[in-house]
């Protein structure tokens, strides 16, 4: 009979449910338990429950998380005989910047506090971004991811809020959230920018009125909170990702969002705090800002240019920038507040150019699988949440020239979604190859597939 179940196995909807039923691939019998663990770690990370309950400190239940997700990962893979991890571009890339780092600590300014930054900052970073890009390995685990981050930001964004509203702060700011991202009000801009483009993702993939309604207002909670940071890099971050995400709902035509979104940021400019446009300007005007941040920023920024233009074949050493730049400028003992900078001084334009490497790639592997995923309806999913990692990458290259972040977790856990979402597409297609077929593409399988439900007839 013509009309067999095996007939509908070309149809978008039949494909989906393939896709999903699947369990044939390594990659989806893994165990939860390692990717459970990174959850609870970066809801420590984030929200720091140590610092409002007395006991967590002393048992520093981040490194004892993080140690059982290591753990556990490596012996779901020891017992199944598998490979710990997979070697993609950006994980050779990470590898190689961290060997040139290590390579570079004798040479260093100060090699034990390049030791220091290594164990204590930058080899932690690197092992969440191996870790991440290695357990989240469906689709279900990235939406968990989104979810998690979203939920996760708003308690960030209320307290800054909060703070804003009780007028508590430092010379007119509010104070941040006391946590190891954001403790300072231009931190707490950063991390809720870099979380934005996943909540708005939920939104284009959500159904459901209630939902919708729920994750507009986290979008607006966070949005509200970045600007009463009076971030100036927090409000190029956010105008970047609002630029970058009204051309991705322009190319999908996906018009009403775009007419919120713009709806939405000119219905906000009333309600701007008092001075905040006045502190907007000094990004072009820097002479103008009296509180002479932007132009202590400026100068340290040249001083660290100075140095990388002289020592084209050295390096201060993991972390030393600020001693490099001490010589230059005067002991103010400040870092310089851009990222490249501080890995080209740090590390030399090898370490920079590496750095600029893994940043081009992860970018590039989120826009593939966003593109290859776009025209198969089962795995639209994936494509809105790959587009949200690389517009966060976008926004993180922008926010990267106003902040000393080269070593924090900040850009390395959203590159290792950035490799997990390449790793979630091979895994879909190894499971059902037909998802590679755009639905304009998918009647050239049905012959094939209405002849194997046949028998080969």
Not at 262 to 280: E, K, Q
Request: charged fraction near 15%.
């Amino acid at each position: 009979m013509v009309r067999s179940a095996g007939t509908e196995w070309w149809r978008p909807v039949a494909v989906r449910s393939a896709v999903l039923s699947a369990v044939a691939s390594p990659l989806t019998q893994e165990s939860a338990v390692p990717f459970r663990a990174l959850i609870v770690f970066t809801f420590i990370l984030l929200l720091s429950p140590q610092s409002f309950i007395p006991g967590l400190a002393r048992v520093r239940i981040a490194l004892v998380t993080g140690a059982f997700a290591v753990l556990a990962h490596c012996w779901e893979r020891f017992s199944k005989h598998r490979p710990l991890m997979r070697f993609t571009r950006e994980i050779w890339l990470a590898t190689a910047l961290l060997g040139w780092a290590i390579v570079t600590i004798p040479v260093s300014e100060w090699p034990g506090g390049s030791v220091q930054v290594l164990l204590d900052l930058y080899l932690k970073a690197l092992i969440i971004f191996w870790l991440l890009s290695n357990t989240i390995t469906t689709i279900g685990r990235l939406r968990t991811v989104a979810w998690g981050l979203s939920l996760m930001a708003a308690p960030l964004a209320a307290t800054g809020l909060w703070h804003f509203l009780l007028h508590r702060g430092v010379a007119g700011r509010i104070i941040g959230y006391d946590a190891a991202l954001t403790k300072n009000p231009n931190d707490l801009a950063l991390l809720l920018n870099l979380i934005l483009p996943l909540t708005a993702a939920l939104l284009l993939l959500s159904r459901r009125q209630i939902v919708r309604g729920f994750l507009i207002g986290l979008l607006l909670l966070d949005a509200s909170a970045v600007v009463v940071t009076f971030s100036r890099a927090g409000l190029l971050t956010l105008a970047t990702s609002l630029a970058l995400y009204l051309r991705t709902l322009q190319r999908r035509r996906e018009g009403k969002w775009a007419v919120l979104l713009v709806a939405l940021a000119m219905a906000a400019v009333p309600f701007l705090p008092s001075g905040y446009v006045d502190r907007a300007t000094t990004i072009a005007n820097i002479k103008a800002d009296p509180t002479g941040s932007a132009q202590v920023r400026w100068r340290d920024m040249r001083a660290a240019l100075t140095f990388v233009l002289s020592h084209p074949l050295a390096s201060a050493g993991l972390g030393m920038n600020v001693l490099a730049l001490n010589e230059i400028r005067g002991s103010t003992w400040q870092p310089v507040h851009n990222v490249y900078l501080e890995y080209a001084v740090d590390l030399g334009w090898l370490g920079l150019g590496l750095f600029l490497l893994l940043l081009a790639s992860s970018i590039r592997s989120a826009a593939r699988v966003r593109d290859r995923s776009a025209d198969v309806p089962a795995l639209r999913e994936l494509s809105v949440l790959a587009e949200a990692i690389r517009i966060a990458l976008l926004a993180f290259a922008v926010a990267a020239f106003f902040y000393p972040v080269a070593y924090h977790f900040y850009f390395y856990y959203f590159a290792a979604l950035a490799v997990a979402a390449g790793a979630v597409y091979d895994a879909e297609v190894r499971a059902a190859p037909e998802v590679r077929a755009a639905p304009h593409e998918m009647t050239r399988w049905r012959p094939r597939l209405l002849r194997s439900a046949d028998g080969g007839t």
